[in-house]
C-alpha cells in the first residue's frame, strides 16, 4: 500500500528553527509538496521538490532524499503567525497526490 | 482573480437528504478535484477531471458524483446523505498534473 508518515504533533519556540519529517512509501515517485493549513482554512501551497537536495524559499527550506524516501520541511525565524498544520503529499506513478495526516506545529513565545 | 471558490460553506443535512457542492475556477486550469478532509487522517481523493467531459473516480467515490461540463465548473453531488459523509470538503485546481494544486475555501458537512 501508499503510505505517508509524518509526525502528528510538534512544539517548538518563537524564533526558533523546527524540522518536520517526512517518510514515505507509494508506488512510483513524481514530486513531493508540502502544504500549509490553518486550522479551519484550506491548503496553501508552500515547496515542491522532484529532485533530491535542499529548495530554499525565505524562512522555509525543503529537503528530499528519493533514495530514502524522506523530506524534511525546515522552517527557520518563528513567528507565532507559523502555528498551523503542514501536509506532506508525494504523486505517484498515476500522478494521484498521496497526502500525509499532517503535523500540528504548536508555537510557544 | 478568484480563484477556486466553493460554495456553500456551512450545511447541515438530514439523512437521506441531497444536495450539490458547487466548485468554480477562473484560472484556466484543466485539472480539478474533490477531497474529503477528516479528522487526523490525510486528504482522500473523491473525484477528479482532466478536463471538460472528463471524470474519474478517486479514492473514495462511494455516495458521490460528478460532472464537468465546463472548465470552469466542477460540481459535486451527494444522494442520500450519510452520517459517514460529514467532513470538510476541498475543491482544489491544477493547471497540469505536475503542478501545485491550489483549493477553494472548503464546505463543511454535517449529516445528521
Known amino acids: 500500500g501508499q503510505n505517508i508518515d509524518q509526525p502528528t504533533e510538534m512544539t517548538a519556540t518563537e524564533g526558533a528553527i523546527v524540522q518536520i519529517n517526512c517518510t514515505y512509501q507509494?508506488?512510483?515517485?513524481?514530486?513531493l509538496f508540502w502544504y500549509q493549513q490553518h486550522a479551519g482554512e484550506a491548503p496553501t501551497f508552500l515547496s515542491y521538490?522532484?529532485l533530491d537536495g535542499l529548495e530554499e524559499k525565505g524562512r522555509f527550506s525543503s529537503f528530499l532524499s528519493r533514495s530514502k524516501g524522506y523530506s524534511y520541511l525546515l522552517l527557520k525565524e518563528l513567528q507565532m503567525k507559523d502555528s498551523a498544520s503542514y501536509l506532506c503529499?508525494?504523486?505517484?506513478?498515476?500522478?494521484?497526490?498521496?497526502w500525509g495526516a499532517g503535523t500540528k506545529l504548536i508555537i510557544k513565545p | 482573480n478568484a480563484g477556486v471558490t466553493q460554495t456553500p460553506k456551512f450545511r447541515i443535512l438530514k439523512i437521506g437528504q441531497s444536495m450539490t457542492l458547487q466548485c468554480t475556477q477562473d484560472?484556466?486550469?484543466?485539472?480539478m478535484y474533490w477531497y474529503r478532509q477528516d479528522p487526523g487522517m490525510g486528504l482522500k481523493l473523491i473525484y477528479y477531471?482532466?478536463?471538460?467531459?472528463?471524470?474519474d473516480k478517486g479514492e473514495v467515490p462511494n455516495g458521490y458524483n460528478v460532472s464537468r461540463s465546463t472548465t470552469e465548473d466542477f460540481p459535486l453531488r451527494l444522494e442520500l446523505a450519510a452520517p459517514s459523509q460529514t467532513s470538510v470538503y476541498f475543491c482544489?485546481?491544477?493547471?497540469?498534473?505536475?503542478?501545485?494544486?491550489?483549493f477553494g475555501s472548503g464546505t463543511r458537512l454535517t449529516v445528521v
Open positions: 503529499a508525494v504523486k505517484d506513478s498515476n500522478y494521484q497526490l498521496i
Open positions: 484560472m484556466n486550469h484543466n485539472y
Open positions: 507509494t508506488s512510483g515517485f513524481n514530486g
Open positions: 477531471s482532466v478536463g471538460a467531459g472528463i471524470t
Open positions: 521538490n522532484v
Open positions: 482544489a485546481s491544477s493547471y497540469t498534473e505536475s503542478d501545485g494544486y491550489t
